[in-house]
């Protein structure tokens, strides 16, 4: 969260708590910049269903087929009710329970709080081949269940249940490679928590398919530990074989797009097509990766779809047959415009058959002009037809009527993502060596923000909250495998709602399959590691050639310099002497890691990776980071040359950087660090040349790039609910208009790790959630850019105020129950003793460190010297604790703690409650409980009329 306010350190904790209500009770409004003219929105035919008409379709009163009935041919292929307890027998740890649920008959698993997270079955499988897989789970946490993935490397020992070399190779080794996945199927959410919830899977495997592995694990574990107990039962998987009737069932019910109507059943947003290896695909079948919108017309189907043709528009489509087709199926695609006269005119015809070798099962693209329809009401007729004994799974992809820009142009959008660029690794930022020039120009060209902080170190968390416009904490985007709420709306809907033509273009594994597609005409993404920036380019150019005659959002992510390290050798040339790599025996493509290199024959010398071969990686990072900087500088050419630059605006950013050994022997970026080389990132506006901004400025006070978002629909003319992001927009500061705001606290974090960070002016403070030598830090990065030099100790009036954002981002966002301890600085000697052993797994301490001294009781004592009133807060877990195992003492007398008893509940969190007792001078000890995190939406908080008026004098709201 990003707290607005002219200047955070010195001021009173009541302007704090009225600045903290700003973030969540913005009232809706519209643009702070006038952008120009909105462009008319393309007609989508996956959109007017309700004013279509199904001619004809075997879909017709046909029901989704929600589980398989008695007369479907099946066949067992795993059932496990976990009877015998003994785990040996499906080769997992003696520590395994099988124990009987609270009020339940039966053994079932029993994965305990605070024991190891994951468990496999790893079973082989079938390509193209359907299967079901249901379970029976009990938990209070609906991120602990079963996740089905398909896997792509085949067993060794197909007939030994969960053999260990093929769970060690697969689930430990290989899952984590996103490379050797092919999807990932989840559960929905049980409905009834703390209940037995039974659910099922239907699914078609892909082409690549090997594996079914059945992982349970809970998602917002930590330090590889369960955080709620869980019962799993009656694991079952059997494969199917379908008739072409249910077959449509499926179908219907699959990949059903966000606000279709369920009963017609053929609007449909995914990835809809079989697709080859990820690593060695190419064009044209590397776009089955796509996820597109389209609409399902099985053999035969007719559509007739009622619209008004614009002057010179013109219908732009694809073509393909489903993935569940089989070779030998074929459909005839008739396009037919039927004018008011009852005239019939084929614009389009064309018979697609699928042959053995799979060279027809791709996407056509298509655009068919209706200019001499233009301005007439017309019916426009889409129709699929085949042979009885060939009938087809048909595909209309994306069909829609625009029509190019001819007179003033709308603003077109542009968002450039690099992956793990630093922010001081650029000549603009002052490094030393010439490894960005075209940025440079860029930011000549506009804006560029020279502290801006990334909402976490690792890329699915950043890129949630760009989408998003919360922090990680709130959307729970914590791991690579977790789904961005369905109900949240992200940055591409908005611009797609908004008539704009939305276009994703991405490599990247951490970014595939978790729900970034929604709102994209096309997301192009390949789970490739080992891609090219000049790969994105091609794509850039191929999106720009089909649509960049009207307006558009295009999302472009560079895997540069994210390892492995694969530019030309030209670049090599560029950033290292001749023959260095040849010294190591190194070649490319090469990942480094703190303590090795992959295709480095010489890195090494005694079992550690060399000194001067540090050198070389980062000259290799850097090499990366002018190659990214050239492909960019291609597309800004392009954009120029078809006359887009000027009304373009078009933001850079990272979404975090690279260690390169600064701190610690870590090459990498992730875990519980949140120093400024890995989140202090690029952030550039080129704003469009009727904004009226001024260019080639630098803006040194703190943001945060969570303010993507809100600002980029300001530019656009987007009208939104700013109390729905967690941080404001930026176009007053880019205008010029917040030159008031001398900086703006902007927070990171690291969910997983239990890692804060909020930098504010030039100090960087983080607190750490578990025992660690320097678990509160606090940097002046202004004198210590490196930040070596811990002051947490010896500046209590900078480490308050950052304490109180700090205390007020964690009690907001994070789930459970907390002990906030508030004191007189001048006594700030603390004891706080749990005496109830089994809450002690779940202790977490975010302020104070704690020092266990018996076995079944844990002291937190204070460390360091007091910063303001906040003297401690520490984590208690899932339930409130009882007064009896919990003791505060502050100096040598004990405190009551409030909220620990049946007659004194925790209290919810309240920021304005807070800051009076901080005010108050009087010790005080209180149990909090946090908001629930699966909120989606900020919760908004009222102000009174003078607030408002407050704040717009303050020019925080017009």
Known sequence: MMIPRSSFLGRSVVCITVLLLLTTCSPKRGPVVQPPLHPPAPIRLVEMLERSSVVKSPLLGSTALATLTADTKQESVLFEDFSDPDPSRLNWPETTRFEQPPGGEGLALHLAEGRAKRFAIVLPAEPNAYYRVSRRVRTDQPTIDLRVVEGKRALKHPDTLNHPADTKRIVTGGFVAINSLAFVHRFPRPTKLGSWSRDEILFRTRGLTKTIILIVDDAEATAGKISYDVWLDDLRVDRFFPSFQEKLGLVKGAYLAAGADPSLGIVKHGQLLPTANNNTVSFPYDHNFDFRYALLAPTPTTLRFPVHVPEHGRLNFSYALLKNSVPGDESRFKVIVETGDGKRDVVFDRTLVLDAKGKKWRWFDERVSLGVYSGQDVALILSTS????????????????????????????????????????LSCDGYARSTSPRLDELAGDGVRFANATSPSNWTSATFASLFTGIMPSRHRVIQHSRLLPQDLPILPEYYNDAGWTTQGIAYKGYLYNMGFERGFDGWFNIPRDNSLAEQNIEKAMAFLDRHGDRPFFLFLHFDDPHQPFNMPMSYVKRFLPKGALDEYGAKLPMVVSGNGASNCSNCKKDGKLRDDFKETARGLYDAEVAYVDDEIGKLLDELRKRDLYDDSLIIFLSDHGEQLWDRTNVFGHGGPYLTNNLVRVPFIVKPHRSSGIGTGRVIEAPVSTISLLPTLLDFSGIEYDAGQFEALSLASMLRGAGKQVAGSPAVTENVIQRAVGVRDGKWKYIVRARPCPQAEQLYDVEADPVEKKNLAGSKPEIVGPLRRVVVDHILRNHPGYFLLVLNNPKNAKLKVVFSAADRLAQLRSWIGSPKKKKKDEVTVSFTGQAGGRI??????????????????????????????????????????????????????????????????????????????????AMGYIQ
Not at 390 to 414: E, H, M, Q, T
Not at 902 to 924: C, R, T
Request: glycine share 6%; net charge negative.
């Open 386 to 425: 085949a042979g009885t004994s060939k009938r087809g799974f048909a595909l209309w992809g994306n069909p829609y009527i625009d029509a190019p820009s001819r007179k003033a142009r709308p603003l077109n959008v542009v968002v450039i993502a690099v992956d793990t660029l630093r922010a001081d690794r």
């Open 871 to 952: 003297i401690s807060l520490i984590e208690l877990g899932d339930t409130p604790p009882a007064a009896a195992s919990l003791e505060v003492h502050l100096g040598s007398k004990p405190v009551k703690v409030r909220g620990a008893t049946a007659n004194d509940p925790p209290l919810s969190y309240d920021p304005s409650v807070i800051d009076e007792l901080i005010e108050s001078g009087e010790p005080v000890a209180l149990v909090v409980q946090s908001q629930h995190p699966f909120l989606n939406i900020v919760e908004k908080m009222g102000i009174d009329d003078h607030q408002i008026e407050v704040l717009k």
